[in-house]
Nanobody
Framework: QVQLVESGGGLVQPGGSLRLSCAAS????????MTWYRQAPGKQRELVAT???????NYADSVQGRFTISRDNAKNTVYLQMNSLKPEDTAVYYC??????????WGQGTQVTVSS
């Protein structure tokens, strides 16, 4: 079965950095649009960043200039480099792989906490 396994979350001080990774298996990775979402307590899930199969990227306004999404198709992995972290970035971050509405998969989520 398809699996998306996330890593790299944790506790960081404001202004610090983290890099999240999401490793996919049992899909032809290069076919999929990869997206990072996040969900903070009491809030709905929001899109953070997305990268197409061709490498085109888009970001939420709230993270523009601070976060960078990238992918390594040889490793079946998508990354989210997060710099200049703020307390409002605290959330569970989820990896998503999408080829179609039906061919759509989620990781388990990883906690990011930004606090002094």
């Amino acid at each position: 079965q398809v699996q998306l396994v996330e890593s790299g979350g944790g506790l960081v001080q404001p202004g610090g950095s983290l890099r999240l990774s999401c490793a996919a298996s049992r899909i032809i990775f290069s076919f999929y649009v990869m997206t990072w979402y996040r969900q903070a307590p009491g809030k709905q899930r929001e899109l953070v960043a997305t990268i197409s199969s061709g490498g085109s990227t888009n970001y939420a306004d709230s993270v523009q200039g601070r976060f960078t999404i990238s992918r390594d198709n040889a490793k079946n992995t998508v990354y989210l480099q997060m710099n200049s972290l703020k307390p409002e970035d605290t959330a569970v971050y989820y990896c998503n792989a999408r080829a179609t509405a039906l061919d759509n998969y989620w990781g388990q989520g990883t906690q990011v906490t930004v606090s002094s």
